[in-house]
Each structure stands twice: as structure tokens, then as C-alpha cells.
């Protein structure tokens, strides 16, 4: 029996010596058991008499044979094989990091600031008995801070500092670190949506935004489209953002016209994310105080008619007010069924902005409430019966319904002969055709010197409806200034701390054709002005006459240090704009590189 033993061990060793194949396959040779197994070889036998101590059957060597040669095969493939490194499994490192990565405490659904008791003021702070007793039945998550709850309730509570900061209060966060909380997207796989105010167009567009997203696709979303005037081409508008997008050099997979108010183009922008999210989370981009709050809660009340999830997002809002940096921290939700969120991050905050430099008082003066009307400033001539300004000789502001026939006219007049000449521009003098030497001051946070501009050309201004607009002569301008700040010129609605007018630019320009506007000068955080001839026959005459006529306009522009002017091409707005906008004609390869459009 012991010889029978013995000889299937010799042929499961293959030929070799019990002791070398145990040695080979590691096997352990000490007694462990009360089953002992003595091998004796036979003397004629190729085996020397010998003494094998074993537990473990045939069939468990067999085993740990083949796991021994399977395991010297992989370490010789291994590429750490030849430097004797340890490669680690790369699944289980990710799987032991993700169980013990540490937990965040809960924010404020309505900021996204961490929860805190300690500073009562500052973003974040619940009172302590209320974060014990949320706390207590695990309701952390459903906590509106008090500032957040001051803030619904219309106070201005600054809470940013730093560079592109706002001022007044305290200041608990900087704007530099709430960029870098954005930072983290580019490692993301995720779907950006990157947010635009369409008349703050260049002051709220971010022209890096590629640093923080990284090569995850982007779809712009351009919001209050409602407050463009009546009878606007939408479509002309789009061409116009594109060929904006064209020159920025910012790849888009998509452009959609929205409202978030009037819930305009926002079906359209659901069913476009149903498309291409493909369980990516999204993430809501923006410059401060652009309406990501407000277009977030509109993409929930559409979301909320076919997925019960964001039904339940819908009871936690993030908080929407006129105060930049309201959101100060990402505030994830949930609206879709099928897994994934979106997150309303805080916004970008630019030093070049409005809000930038004026009080918390003065905030809500900046954004318009209604449909923008075109506010013309012409020279007299349109209109001599006109009251005239102590502080102008020879000209005159003219609000353009003096002279419209209807409101339907309002956003009108750009390339048309205005109803009030006729025989009065024929006995018009000089100065009565012109703006130069007049200064406009829009509100007292912008102020426009006229220094050299072409006969019957004036400015029409987009914009806030509470900003006045006053013309006086440009050498008594600073008189002007200094006296009427905070009553004639508001806002600011006091002197008090405010540095004035320090920062000026001069711009050139030139009218390409009498019949559309030369440009636009857009103020970062403000609105635009439009460079526009309310008398076109005359000038086309003039010119056939070879009479000559300059059509450069040089301007100066006078705004509060760090905002910045922009000059533009005229956006097509109201029911002349679509008739001057020409479309450029483009190749094949431009169509094929152009985003998807989505019109209301």
C-alpha cells in the first residue's frame, strides 16, 4: 500500500523527486495533522530511501501546483517583474479609497455654504438648537441658512470680497477662492451648461471658460431674451451670437435663446440635455448674478411634469436675489430618475462688472425690470419745442416717444427719417445737427463726450429704465457732475464714498452705411449704446453731392475704475433690425463647423 502511495506521488511529480517538487510548488512539509504519510523507495527503485511528512491528498497538491505555475507566469508578465515592484490592484486601491474618503458636512440648500452656529451673520449660520433638532431626526440637508432667509426677503447682504468683490459688510469669502472651487470640473466627466445675459452679452460672457471645464462640451445658453424689444428677429440674433462665438474661438456643441421668466426656449434646452447627457452630471456655468439660480428653477418645473424626481427637487430651491455671490458653494440636485445630478455652482465673479463698484443699495437699480425701448439722444433738430437744459445752449435730450406716432415705434427709427424733420432741417444750423461738443451722462455712473460726430447721428441706449439720461455741454460737464450726483444723476444715490468717474477710454469709429448703425458701445454690468443716423436720405444726398462728409465718430467714454467698454457690431434688435443685418455668406466647411441653433 505505502509502495502504491509512493509510486502515484512519483508520477504526479512528473519524473522528479518528491522533495524537489514539494520544494518547487512551496508546499509547507511540516506535520500539521494526525495523518503521516512514510514513503520508503524501493533500493533498485530511482528513488534513495527517503522520508515525505504530508497532510494534504493528491488532488489539493495538484491544485497548488497549478496556482504556484499560473502565479509565476503572471509575475514574469508583470511589467514591475524585471525592477521586483509590487504592482498594486488597481480596482480594489479604487474601491478601498472611495469607502473611506471622508464625509462633508451638509450645506444650505439655498447657497450652498456649509452649515455653521458659530457666527451668527455669516453664510451658513442656523441657530444651534435648530441644528440639533435637524440633526437629531437627520435633516440636515433640508436647512435654509438665516442669510439665505434675509436674502429671499429682499436684503442685500454682501458676502464676497477680494478682487472683483462687491463692497459694504462683511466680506467671508473671496472671489479668487470661489473660482478655484470650480476647478475640480475639468477632471469631471460632465456636461457644462454656460450661461449669458443677452444684454450684458459681453460683460457676463466668459472668455476662459475653457480653463475651468476643460474639453467637456459646453452648450451656451443665452437667457432674458424676453427683455429684447418688441418685434426683435430672433433669428438674426443667433447669427449674430455665433459669429460672436466665431471670433472668441469658443467651441459649442449648441446655442439656445431662453427666458427663464416667461420659460421661453426651456423645453428646448430639456430635451436637448435628454439627448446628450448620457448619465454625465450637469453643471450650471455663469458669470455672478447672470440668473443661474432662476434658470435652474425653471429647468425643474419643466422636469417636474414627466420625472417625479425633480418633482421632489422642486420643495428645496436655491435662493434667487439681486445680490452678486448669493451662491456660494455648489449646490447638487437631483432631477433625474434614471441617476445623475446637476449642480448650481457659484457664480464667476468679474472685476469688470457694474456691480462690482456700486453699493448693495444701488444693485437692484442695474438690472431692467421690463421690455427694453430704445432712449434716443439726437441732436435738436428732431425736436425744437423741446424745454431746453439751463446747462445746454443749442441742444436738447430727446426722449424718442416725443416724436414716435405709437409704441410700436419705440425700438424703432434706426435707418428711417424721423417724423419731426422736414423744413426745420433745412433752417437747422449747425450746431443743432450735431452732437459734437455735447456730453451725455447716462445715470451718474457713465458719461459719453461727443467729440467729433456727423450730422443727425445719435446714440440710443439699452438698458436699465431707472438710469436717467441728461446732455449738457461738454465744458460744463464736471460742473454738471459734481452737482446733480445722487439727484439729477442717480444712480449712485449719494456722493457719499463714491471715487467718481476715474477711468476713460477713447474710441474711433466709423459708419460703414448711413443706413445701419456703426457700432455698439457696450458698458461691462450696464447695457449698450448704439451709434445710429436718424436721417438717411440727407446723408446719402450729401454724399452724392460729394460734399464731404466725415462718417468717423470719435467718442469718450468716462466709467468708475476696472469696468470695462466694449466696442461690438450693432446686435440686431426691434423691427429694423432684422432689415439692416446682413448674413454672412459661408463656406461649407464654416456649416459643418457651426453649433446646433434652438429659436423659441
Not at 509510486?7 to 494526525?34: E, I, M, T, V
Not at 467637456?216 to 460672436?244: C, H, M, R
Not at 445722487?486 to 477713447?506: C, D, F, H, I, V
Amino acid at each position: 500500500m505505502e509502495s502504491l502511495k509512493l509510486s502515484s506521488l512519483y508520477n504526479l511529480s512528473g519524473g522528479r523527486s518528491p522533495s524537489a517538487f514539494l520544494k518547487q510548488a512551496n508546499l509547507d512539509c511540516k506535520p500539521r495533522g494526525d495523518v503521516i504519510l512514510s514513503c520508503v523507495a524501493n533500493s533498485s527503485g530511482p528513488l534513495e530511501k527517503e522520508k515525505l511528512i504530508t497532510e494534504k491528498s493528491r488532488g489539493e497538491l495538484f491544485l497548488e501546483r497549478a496556482l504556484s505555475n499560473r502565479r509565476l507566469r503572471n509575475e514574469k508578465s508583470s511589467p514591475s517583474y524585471s525592477t521586483g515592484t509590487l504592482v498594486p490592484d488597481r480596482k480594489r486601491e479604487k474601491k478601498k479609497k472611495k469607502a473611506v474618503a471622508p464625509t462633508t458636512s451638509p450645506g444650505c440648500y439655498g447657497c450652498g455654504a456649509m452649515l455653521q452656529t458659530l457666527e451668527a451673520g455669516a453664510p451658513g449660520y442656523v441657530p444651534l438648537d435648530m441644528y440639533e433638532l435637524k440633526k437629531k431626526h437627520h435633516q440636515l440637508r433640508s436647512v435654509l441658512c438665516e442669510r439665505c432667509r434675509a436674502l429671499a426677503h429682499g436684503q442685500m447682504i454682501p458676502a464676497v470680497g477680494g478682487h472683483g468683490g462687491y463692497g459694504g459688510g462683511k466680506r467671508f469669502v473671496t472671489a479668487e477662492r470661489l473660482r478655484m472651487e470650480l476647478s475640480h470640473i475639468g477632471d469631471e466627466k460632465a456636461l457644462i451648461i454656460n450661461l449669458v445675459d443677452v444684454v450684458d452679452f459681453n460683460g457676463s460672457f466668459l472668455t476662459r471658460v475653457r480653463e475651468l471645464v476643460g474639453a467637456n462640451p459646453i452648450v451656451l445658453v443665452v437667457t432674458k431674451i424676453d427683455l429684447l424689444p418688441k418685434g426683435t428677429s430672433f433669428t438674426a440674433v443667433a447669427d449674430w451670437i455665433l459669429e460672436f462665438l466665431t471670433k472668441k474661438k469658443l467651441n459649442v456643441i449648441s446655442v439656445h435663446l431662453t427666458s427663464s421668466k416667461s420659460m421661453v426656449g426651456i423645453p428646448g434646452v430639456i430635451s436637448y440635455l435628454r439627448q446628450q447627457r448620457q448619465g454625465r452630471d450637469v453643471y450650471i456655468l455663469g458669470s455672478a448674478n447672470v440668473g443661474k439660480s432662476a434658470f435652474v428653477s425653471a429647468m425643474l418645473q419643466e422636469l417636474s411634469k414627466r420625472d417625479y424626481a425633480a418633482s421632489a427637487a422642486l420643495r428645496r430651491l436655491p435662493i434667487q436675489s439681486a445680490m452678486p455671490g448669493t451662491t456660494l458653494g455648489p449646490i447638487e440636485i437631483k432631477p433625474f430618475s434614471g441617476g445623475g445630478s446637476m449642480f448650481d455652482t457659484p457664480g464667476v465673479h468679474v472685476h469688470h462688472r457694474m456691480a462690482a463698484v456700486v453699493s448693495p443699495e444701488d444693485l437692484t437699480l442695474l438690472a431692467p425690470r421690463r421690455q427694453l425701448r430704445g432712449y434716443l439722444v439726437a441732436p435738436s433738430v428732431f425736436n425744437r419745442h423741446q424745454s431746453r437744459s439751463p446747462y445746454l445752449s443749442a441742444s436738447i435730450t430727446s426722449r424718442q416717444q416725443d416724436y414716435c406716432s405709437s409704441d410700436d415705434e419705440l425700438s424703432e427709427g434706426v435707418g428711417t427719417s424721423l417724423p419731426v424733420l422736414g423744413d426745420a432741417a433745412q433752417s437747422a444750423t449747425e450746431d443743432e445737427i450735431t452732437m459734437s461738443g455735447k456730453s451725455v451722462f447716462w445715470g451718474g455712473l457713465v458719461r459719453i463726450d461727443a467729440v467729433k460726430v456727423p450730422p443727425y447721428v445719435g446714440f440710443r441706449f439699452y438698458g436699465p429704465t431707472a438710469f436717467s439720461k441728461e446732455v449738457v455741454a461738454t465744458h460744463e460737464a464736471d460742473i454738471y457732475y459734481k452737482e446733480q450726483l445722487g439727484k439729477r444723476l442717480t444712480p449712485p444715490k449719494g456722493a457719499e464714498g463714491w471715487a467718481g468717474l476715474e477711468s476713460q477710454r477713447t474710441l474711433n469709429l466709423k459708419f460703414e452705411s448711413w443706413d445701419r448703425p456703426a457700432c455698439d458701445v457696450a458698458v461691462s454690468g450696464l447695457g449698450w449704446m448704439t451709434v445710429e443716423c436718424g436721417y438717411v436720405e440727407y446723408m446719402e444726398e450729401l454724399e452724392a453731392q460729394d460734399s464731404g462728409v466725415d462718417r468717423t465718430v470719435q467718442l469718450v467714454v468716462h466709467v468708475p475704475r476696472s469696468v470695462e467698454v466694449f466696442v461690438r457690431p450693432p446686435l440686431p434688435v426691434g423691427t429694423r433690425g432684422s432689415e439692416w443685418y446682413e448674413y454672412r455668406e459661408l463656406t461649407e466647411k464654416e456649416l459643418e463647423a457651426r453649433p446646433e441653433v434652438f429659436l423659441p
